[in-house]
């Protein structure tokens, strides 16, 4: 993964149509898409848990949704868990 831009073929680095197959290069891009459904609910459930007031899980879940596959937006969610976290509020 690229980072965040947008999510590209790890084979041909097409960008991502949202379709299983690269439309460039054929390569299957299952598994790309099950990472990056992953890391959405992982950053939904660290969003409801700073909503929540559950701070100290919402580091976690954000860290766990960056490692799959990170973007800027999630890079802030986790930055703001784990300071909401330490700020113990």
């Known amino acids: 993964m690229n980072g965040g831009d947008s999510l590209r073929c790890p084979v041909c680095q ?3 149509r949202g379709t299983a197959d690269c ?3 054929g390569a299957d ?3 790309l898409m099950a990472l990056a459904a992953r890391a959405w609910r992982r ?3 660290a969003r409801q848990a ?3 007031g559950h701070f100290a ?3 976690g ?3 766990q949704a960056q490692a799959a596959c990170p973007t800027p937006l999630g890079r802030q969610l986790h ?3 784990r300071f909401l976290h330490s700020a113990r509020l």
Do not use: G, K, M, Y
């Open 23 to 25: 439309s460039r290069c």
């Open 57 to 59: 899980a919402a580091p």
């Open 50 to 52: 700073v909503l929540d």
């Open 61 to 63: 879940l954000a860290a």
């Open 29 to 31: 891009l299952r598994p």
């Open 14 to 16: 097409a960008r991502f």
């Open 79 to 81: 930055l703001l868990a």
């Open 43 to 45: 950053r939904c459930a």
